[in-house]
């Protein structure tokens, strides 16, 4: 399908150390009109992947930084299409991974909100600086179309402070901005919304769960539409177990490592961070070879999903306590939307609490939402497609005034951010 000329469409970017992902999204009808990845920016061999209606272009050669990936991005858009000047580009949506306690919702940069953004580094020092270097290229050259921030945090900047809070010092804690920030927020926020559209009942009446699981991984308690809880902290290490990530693990584990196996703080870094979870745990990061490695009999990998599993179904008991009345169980991600055998078995069990998974509604992959519970389970468990980049250009397109709503042709569905 072409979009026509008039249709307004946001460009969304989402800039990472070494690479820049980027959608060309309708925000109206939820139309992906072109992607792409600029890969290993920085090294000899960067390579960029641009898809449009055209087919997929490929380039490959030295891309020594973000401005240079970002150029070659405009080159394919100028060569290949679609024209950037010929679509209504309303505006640039970025993604930011930390907005600390500062942004609760979308905003408009200017160079304050940069200054800002800069100043948080130091709550996500993998993330912030590569986010502000693709939104410091884009307003160099795109310098007319409007530029939004939107945060992965701002879903969980209000949460109850019985949430918020670690029961730390509370003067060091203030001092050092040290609370649970959350991450994934969009996505969270998204599939909320879309569950309410899927059941046919008002966000405010409904209590969810969301599963969001990716190579990253959380979970949150979302009552009326607002967060209550999550499982992400500081920083997107807590919570569940990840690809790399250990999720929640004794603290003192650290000083332990840091004491007597000759670790530095960075090794521990590094160790928790890239080489923990269902990579350390089974050698493979990426679900499907876990399963391979279990269908073949491999011990440590049977053992890697048992403990995968039995962190989500912890998290799904304690945000059943927190929010009482469970409406909702919804799966997403790469994982929660492919991964029948993790859905199952997370939820296995759980009949006594109303939550009653039918096994031929769950079986295969699921492209759309889908009820996979029985018709007798009280919480209705979904799979529910996530979509951040639909979700940014919503908001971006929110933030620059121009509202989906205003579209006659807005199918109701997805007419809302
Ligand atoms: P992220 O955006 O966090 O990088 P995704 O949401 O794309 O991650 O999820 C990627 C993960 O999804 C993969 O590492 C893999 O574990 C899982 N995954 C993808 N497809 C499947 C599948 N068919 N079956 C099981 N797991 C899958």
Redesign the pocket.
């Known amino acids: 399908m072409t979009t026509s000329a008039h249709q307004p469409c946001v460009l969304v970017v989402n800039s990472g150390s070494s690479s820049i992902k980027y959608q060309l999204v309708s925000p109206v009808d939820g139309e992906r009109i072109a992607s792409g990845i600029v890969e290993r920016i920085g090294e000899d061999a960067s390579t960029v992947s641009h898809t449009s209606a055209a087919g997929t272009t490929t380039r490959e050669g030295a891309i020594a930084d973000h401005e240079a990936g970002l150029r070659t991005v405009l080159d394919l858009f100028a060569e290949v299409g679609p024209d950037l000047a010929a679509v209504d580009v309303v505006a640039v949506g970025h993604r930011v991974v930390q907005g600390g306690a500062e942004f609760g919702g979308p905003v408009l940069v200017d160079d304050d909100v940069v200054a800002t953004i800069e100043a948080l580094s130091p709550l996500a020092p993998l993330h912030n600086p590569a986010n502000l270097a693709g939104i410091t290229v884009a307003r160099e050259l795109l310098p007319d179309v409007p530029h939004v921030v939107v945060f992965d945090t701002a879903f969980f900047r209000d949460l109850p402070a019985e949430a918020a809070t670690y029961a730390i010092d509370r003067g060091v804690a203030a001092e050092h901005q040290v609370r649970r920030y959350g991450a994934h927020g969009t996505s969270h926020q998204y599939v909320a919304q879309r569950v309410a559209e899927v059941v046919g009942r008002p966000v405010e009446e409904l209590n969810t769960i969301v599963l969001h699981?990716?190579?990253?991984a959380s979970v949150s308690a979302v009552r009326g539409g607002a967060a209550v809880d999550t499982s992400m902290g500081l920083t997107p290490l807590e919570g569940l177990v990840m690809?790399t990530r250990s999720g929640d693990i004794d603290p003192a584990v650290v000083f332990h490592l840091v004491r007597n196996a000759g670790m530095s703080v960075d090794d521990v870094d590094d160790l928790l961070n890239r080489r923990s979870g269902l990579k350390g745990l089974t050698g493979q990061?990426?679900?499907?070879e876990v399963?391979r490695l279990v269908d073949e009999g491999d011990e440590d990998a049977r053992t890697g999903l048992a403990v995968y599993v039995h962190r989500l179904k912890k998290y799904v008991g304690a945000y059943t306590a927190v929010l009482g009345r469970v409406d909702v169980i919804a799966f997403t991600?790469?994982?929660g939307e492919?991964?029948d055998v993790?859905r199952a078995q997370a939820l296995a069990g759980l009949e006594p609490l109303g939550v009653v998974v039918d096994a031929a509604r769950n079986a295969g992959?699921k492209k759309e939402a889908t009820v996979i519970s029985a018709d007798s389970s009280r919480t209705t468990v979904l799979v529910v497609p996530?979509n951040e980049e639909l979700a940014i250009a919503r908001q971006a397109m929110e933030v620059v005034g121009r509202g989906a709503d205003e579209d006659d042709e807005a199918p109701a569905a997805v007419g809302h951010a």
């Open positions: 699981l990716g190579n990253g690809g990061n990426d679900l499907r399963h991600a790469g994982v492919n991964d993790v992959r996530t």
